[in-house]
């Protein structure tokens, strides 16, 4: 009989697959890549507030709630600057540092405010928010998981023509009465919203990993757009389910082992070219 634990894991995985296989490819098209590292501090800097403020109000479904609400202003707030005439890199480095800058604050406001209430292994939560571990999805995470996947899944198929416009000729999308700087802005939350719902399952450390190199593995194969959507989601999905298979047998950490297959899958496909 397979485990409760195993069956969430692997429902949790497909959906992660999903939504990385179709968003992957616009990442590497629209040159996001960049993008992911400001991700990385915003949902830690939205973590370690959430924390505090669960601790304070002793409701730890404030974590997630509050990283999603973070990582969303954080990428309007990088898309408002490229509007105002900043490069995309620019914006990015600016926004992460200030943000790195209070995720360092929030670390210490965080171990003064636990010092003060009943111990919980809070310690353990934000290792596993680093590093990500599928096995301890709930029940209530995996509901999460699953609509907000699903809203995320509809958007981005609604809007993928689009985005795919936007990545290649942004000034024939103007030229045509599209707004290009309002579908910008749609891209940067739905990336945003996508890395905050499937954190916990890859962790902070290997989201910019799992993200970027499935589109770019896609991209070396081909580049007929179907071909390229089929390979990354065939990739992300293989992926996600040999690693959950390994990391069971061997208790290595399953988005490490995701990452380490990634990099060898896209070395090798550098070195044949």
Do not use: C
């Amino acid at each position: 009989m397979i485990p409760e634990f195993i069956i969430r894991a692997i429902l949790a995985s497909i959906v992660v697959s999903v939504l990385l296989g179709l968003l992957s490819p616009l990442i590497n098209t629209k040159g996001l890549a960049f993008l992911t590292h400001a991700l990385f501090h915003a949902l830690l800097f939205g973590a370690v507030l959430g924390m505090i403020l669960a601790l304070l109000f002793n409701n730890y479904a404030l974590v997630t709630l509050v990283a999603l609400v973070v990582t969303v202003i954080v990428v309007l707030t990088i898309a408002q600057l490229e509007k105002l005439g900043f490069t995309p890199d620019s914006a990015v480095g600016i926004v992460a540092s200030f943000v790195a800058g209070l995720t360092v604050l929030g670390f210490g406001i965080l171990y003064k405010v636990m010092a003060t209430r009943p111990y919980f292994p809070l310690a353990e939560n934000i290792v596993s928010y680093l590093t990500g571990d599928i096995f301890l999805i709930t029940l209530d995470d995996l509901t999460v998981l699953v609509i907000g996947g699903a809203v995320m899944f509809f958007l981005l198929l609604m809007l993928y023509r689009d985005f795919l416009y936007l990545s290649f000729d942004p000034e024939g999308m103007e030229s045509y009465g599209g707004n290009a700087r309002a579908y910008l802005m749609i891209l940067y939350v739905i990336v945003g919203t996508i890395g905050a719902l499937i954190v916990q399952t890859v962790g902070l450390i290997t989201l910019q990993v799992v993200a970027v190199l499935p589109g770019a593995i896609a991209l070396m194969v081909s580049n007929d757009l179907r071909k390229v959507l089929a390979v990354s989601l065939f990739t992300t999905l293989s992926i996600q389910l040999s690693s959950i298979i390994l990391a069971y047998y061997t208790a290595i950490p399953p988005s490490g082992i995701a990452t380490i297959i990634l990099g060898l899958i896209y070395g090798a496909l550098l070195f044949r070219r």
